[in-house]
């Protein structure tokens, strides 16, 4: 199980941040972030959890435990493809869509191999 400093590292690296970057647009200091990231591993207060999750794009529950709030999807299992995702995000829909088709055949297929299992 990742903890927060490597779910905070593994989204820093994921957003293409360096850490002075990351830091600065986090309006944090480039220090705590190293004790955020580093061998202390610290959590950082409430208020500057806030900042870093906000410019993540994230919750802070998520970055605090690895789960997406209650009320809504929980990311955790997706973040495996989202670099699968960000490719999609950039091509036409002409080329989306047939492959939409042949994603959603290929789940039916398991999903009935896995009730026919059952």
């Known amino acids: 199980m990742s903890s927060f400093s490597e779910r905070l590292r593994s989204e820093i690296e994921y957003a293409c941040f360096n850490q002075k970057e990351f830091a600065a647009r986090a309006d944090i200091k480039k220090r705590a972030l190293d004790g955020y990231l580093?061998?202390?591993k610290s959590m950082p207060p409430a208020d500057v959890a806030v900042k870093i999750?906000?410019?993540l794009g994230l919750s802070v529950e998520y970055l605090v435990t690895g789960k997406a709030v209650k009320d809504s999807v929980d990311i955790s299992k997706y973040l495996q493809f989202r670099d699968i995702l960000?490719?999609?995000?950039v091509?036409?829909?002409e080329i989306i869509s047939p492959l939409k088709t042949m994603i959603r055949s290929a789940a039916d297929q398991e999903r009935e191999k896995k009730k026919a299992a059952v």
């Open 91 to 93: 091509l036409p829909e």
């Open 86 to 89: 960000d490719d999609l995000a």
């Open 38 to 40: 580093g061998v202390q």
């Open 53 to 55: 999750a906000s410019v």
